[in-house]
């Protein structure tokens, strides 16, 4: 019971810390709600559907399917994120000016909501096929009655939830003249974090070289293992032990989108981001 | 910085040598031998075969890999070039029974 739990609440907590940055940074848009389900119950159902085809996804591409697939979804989603920015950058002040006056924003922000809503589903994907493999490795094991591995993993999906939910309850606290840097920050940070384990997926498939792996080791600092160090590395990339393409595609992704979102920028309604 | 570029083709050189390939069996949610002796400052291949009938997945933070491993299903990673000293590893699934080290030396 208690396996079940501690593993549940581990993806459970990763998938719910990137969605609560979502609809924090979406809570304008209209039908916000509908999409994040949408999302979410997408993202449920191809977790079932790639835990069944773990086998036949690992066999691909000789053997290293598996991490080109997660490359792949950590790639889309950290591209949807950076292109969410660059957007916000634009249109944010103006969108904010705008829903106050009367729901200008519907016909811009589907589009806006659509790219969100898959970077939800990309992120249970992930997560949520591994849960259901352990779940199901345990039942079939033999190891723990049902009862005890659905009730162990009530336990750590309620709690795992409550965490995401305390992370939007906190941003959501956030002064109203911070709030856009906030979560563009938040975004910007989960982007270039995506990035760098698409990067450790691609050097594992050896398409890529690690560059000095690690590059630094901080695990006496914080350890990955840790429960900080595991919602860390889920916000902002946090590595103990990092290989130099996984610091040098992180960096990279910060530039691009920094310098993407001051690229759009239009002058007189720009907020004045440092 | 320029060094490192200076570098940049040994290391992508060194990524098409023959790798030396080590083999390791998960059984009874137990790696088999759970210590692995390398060789340090070279890449190498180890191949996990997960003879259970559930599914498995490799982890280690040290080595920076993860990898899920079907019941049956024999699953190749690329490890190194490594420093010298321990890497510790588990079976994410089977956290309790399913530890192994590799000592690069």
Same mark, same amino acid.
């Given at each position: ?6 593993? =549940? ?14 609809? =924090? ?12 389900? #949408? ?26 399917? @598996? ?11 950290? $591209?949807?994120?950076? &292109?969410?920015?660059? &957007? ?12 106050? @006056?009367?729901? @200008? ?22 997560? #949520? ?51 856009? $840097?906030? *979560? ?6 989960? $982007? ?51 290989? #130099? ?9 910060? =530039? ?12 007189? *309604? ?5 | ?70 019941? %049956? ?6 490890? %190194?070039?490594?420093?010298? %000293?321990?890497?510790?590893?588990? %079976? ?14």
């Amino acid at each position: 019971m208690l396996g079940s739990a501690i593993i =549940v609440f581990r993806e459970t907590l990763e998938a719910a810390l990137i969605i609560s940055i979502i609809a =924090v940074a979406t809570r304008t848009l209209r039908k916000r709600n509908t999409w994040l389900i #949408g999302g979410i119950s997408a993202g449920v159902c191809g977790s079932v559907l790639v835990a069944l085809f773990t086998g036949k996804i690992a066999e691909l591409a000789q053997g290293v399917g @598996q991490e080109l697939f997660n490359a792949g979804i950590l790639g889309l989603a950290a $591209a949807m994120l950076a &292109w969410h920015n660059i &957007w916000m950058a634009r249109h944010g002040m103006q969108l904010a000016r705008d829903a106050k @006056q009367l729901g @200008q924003e519907v016909t811009s922000g589907t589009r806006e909501m659509s790219a969100l809503a898959m970077v939800v589903g990309l992120a249970i994907l992930r997560e #949520g096929s591994e849960t259901a493999l352990f779940l199901y490795g345990l039942l079939s094991g033999g190891e723990e009655t049902l009862a005890s591995v659905l009730g162990g993993g009530a336990i750590g999906f309620i709690f795992g939830s409550l965490a995401g939910y305390g992370l939007y309850a906190g941003i959501l606290r956030v002064p109203a003249r911070h709030f856009f $840097a906030a *979560t563009s920050g938040l975004i910007l940070l989960l $982007a270039a974090a995506m990035a760098s384990q698409a990067a450790r997926f691609l050097v594992q498939a050896d398409v890529l070289p690690s560059l000095a792996s690690p590059l630094w080791n901080s695990s006496w600092l914080l350890d990955n293992a840790s429960l900080t160090g595991r919602v860390l590395h889920t916000l902002i990339g946090y590595e103990a032990m990092p290989s #130099g393409i996984q610091v040098a595609f992180y960096t990279a992704t910060l =530039v691009l989108i920094l310098a993407g979102m001051r690229l759009v920028r239009i002058q007189p *309604t720009s907020p004045a981001t440092p | 910085m320029k060094k490192l570029f200076a570098l940049l083709p040994f290391i992508c050189l060194s990524a098409w040598a023959a790798d030396t390939e080590f083999a390791m069996a998960i059984r009874d949610h137990r790696f088999e031998p759970a210590e692995i002796r390398v060789p340090a400052n070279q890449k190498i291949k180890l191949v996990v075969h997960n003879q259970d009938s559930t599914p498995e997945e490799f982890e280690s933070h040290a080595l920076n890999r993860e990898k899920v491993i079907a019941p %049956g299903a024999k699953a190749s990673l690329f490890l %190194g070039p490594l420093k010298p %000293g321990r890497y510790p590893f588990i %079976g994410e699934f089977h956290e309790k029974t399913a530890r192994g080290v590799i000592i690069a030396e």
